[in-house]
C-alpha cells in the first residue's frame, strides 16, 4: 500500500515553526456555527483576494466554495482574517473501504502576508486541529504548483488515481466529476501512510 504514495521529502509537521510575520497573527480553531457575520466578511475578503482568479464564487458573505466546511483554523492580524482552512469530516470510498477523512480547502493567505512563514503556520495550526479531531487522515487536492507547499506541511502526494466527485453541491443536480487526479494529498493523523488503502476514490459529495 506504501507504493501508492509519494513521499513527502525531508518533511515532517511538528519540525515547522512560526517565524517572521505568522508571530503577529493570532490563531484559531472554530465551529461554523460559531463564526460571526463580521468574521464572515472578514474572511469574505480574505477569500477574494486569495482565489482573485475564481471571484464568482465568494460574493457577499459567502465564504465556502462548493460546499460549506464543519470548522475552520483562522489567522488574524490588525488588519482582520490574515489566513483561514475549511475542515470537513466525510467518509469516503477508497477502493472496496469506507475511509474516514478531514477534507481540507479554502486554503487563503492575504496577498500580502504570501511568502512570509504565514501558510506554513496555517497548515501546522491545521495539522495540530486534525490531531484534536482525531481522524485518520486529512485529504486535500490543490494545483499542481501547490504540491511542494503541502508536502513541506508534512502532507504526502496520492499517485495519479481515478476520482469521482461532484462539482458542486450548492447547485442543483448535476454529472459527477470522472477523472484521473495527480494532485491529491492526505496527511496521515492518528494512522500511518502505510494503511491509506489502496485503488479509485469515490467522493459522493464536492471538495471544500
Do not use: K, N
Request: aromatic share 8%; charged share 20%.
Amino acid at each position: 500500500m506504501g507504493s501508492a504514495v509519494t513521499a513527502a521529502p525531508g518533511s515532517v509537521l511538528d519540525r515547522l515553526r512560526p517565524g517572521g510575520h505568522s508571530r503577529a497573527v493570532q490563531w484559531t480553531a472554530c465551529r461554523e456555527g460559531d463564526v460571526t457575520m463580521a468574521r464572515h466578511g472578514e474572511l469574505g475578503v480574505l477569500l477574494r483576494g486569495a482565489y482573485s482568479h475564481q471571484p464568482q464564487l465568494f460574493g457577499g458573505l459567502r465564504t465556502w466554495s462548493y460546499l460549506r466546511p464543519e470548522a475552520r483554523v483562522i489567522g488574524t492580524d490588525a488588519s482582520g482574517a490574515a489566513a483561514m482552512a475549511g475542515v470537513l469530516r466525510r467518509f469516503l470510498q477508497v477502493g472496496e473501504a469506507e475511509q474516514l477523512v478531514a477534507v481540507v480547502g479554502l486554503v487563503s493567505v492575504r496577498p500580502d502576508l504570501q511568502g512570509r512563514g504565514v501558510g506554513a503556520e496555517l497548515m501546522r495550526r491545521v495539522g495540530q486541529f486534525l490531531g484534536e479531531l482525531a481522524v485518520p487522515f486529512g485529504l486535500l487536492m490543490c494545483a499542481e504548483q501547490r504540491v511542494r507547499f503541502y508536502q513541506r506541511a508534512g502532507w504526502h502526494q496520492l499517485t495519479p488515481r481515478r476520482m469521482v466527485y461532484s462539482l458542486d453541491d450548492t447547485r442543483e443536480a448535476e454529472p459527477f466529476a470522472d477523472e484521473i487526479v495527480g494532485t491529491a494529498m492526505i496527511l496521515p493523523v492518528t494512522e500511518g501512510l502505510d494503511e491509506w488503502p489502496p485503488g479509485e476514490l469515490r467522493w459522493h459529495c464536492a471538495t471544500v
